[in-house]
């Protein structure tokens, strides 16, 4: 079993639509990170969290410590949201980040 | 600006030969990572370092090697000792190893 899952594996929305991306972890962590790869490649970090949520624009993150569960939402979806989204845990103050497998997402005009 | 540059962005690597991918930073960051990335994975550590002149191995160091003589730069160099070296390399930096992180555009490498 992986220490990081995330669902969907992929997901099809069409635009203005609200998503939501789920992961789940089985470790005790001090930090849990969301990432957004491009289409091209390059992976920028969206939020780092421990606890409660956090919100830049129309995306929203929310973590449960005690559920081990944190969920990415992005509101008013648009095609130009369409990329691989990533969620990263680190076990302990100075443990190494684990990394989902990434959830596609695919915005259609 | 400042940021992460990786070099090159494609390379092609034939059996046998050694090949070093470049990671330069000026955001001024202590810490320092290479991550390795495979179609469906999640990305895997490779090798990290808090510091200059010292590095830690990452869950798949073998067939690897770097060094940090500088706190910008960060090079890996794909060994023939790595059986299966075709991926997705992307170099990333952070603070203090807890901090966020920020990638470098990634390099594909290629075994012909």
């Known amino acids: 079993k992986n220490e990081v899952e995330q669902s969907p594996q992929n997901l099809t929305a069409q635009e203005g639509e609200f998503i939501t991306i789920n992961c789940s972890y089985s470790?005790?962590?001090?930090?849990l990170h969301w990432l957004q790869q491009h289409p091209g490649g390059g992976i920028v970090s969206l939020f780092m969290l421990s606890s409660g949520k956090k919100k830049h624009g129309r995306l929203i993150a929310t973590i449960n410590i005690q559920e081990k569960h944190s969920s990415l939402h992005i509101t008013a979806s648009h095609p130009r949201d369409s990329a691989v989204y990533i969620c990263?845990?680190?076990?302990?103050?100075?443990?190494?980040?684990?990394f989902g497998k990434g959830t596609k997402l695919s915005v259609k005009p | 600006d400042g940021g992460i540059t990786q070099s090159p962005k494609y390379l092609f690597r034939k059996e046998g030969q050694n090949v070093t991918l470049s990671c330069e930073q000026n955001l001024n960051h202590d810490a320092m990572y290479w991550y390795r990335q495979d179609p469906g994975q999640g990305l895997r550590l490779i090798y990290y370092s808090q510091i200059v002149n010292d590095f830690q191995k990452g869950d798949i160091a073998e067939g690897y090697s770097v060094s940090r003589e500088k706190k910008e730069s960060f090079p890996l160099t794909v060994t023939s000792a790595q059986k299966n070296p075709t991926a997705f390399y992307f170099c990333a930096s952070s603070k203090v190893v807890t901090g966020e992180l920020f990638f470098g555009e990634g390099s594909r490498l290629t075994v012909l």
């Open positions: 470790v005790g962590i001090s930090a």
């Open positions: 990263a845990v680190r076990g302990g103050s100075q443990g190494n980040l684990i």
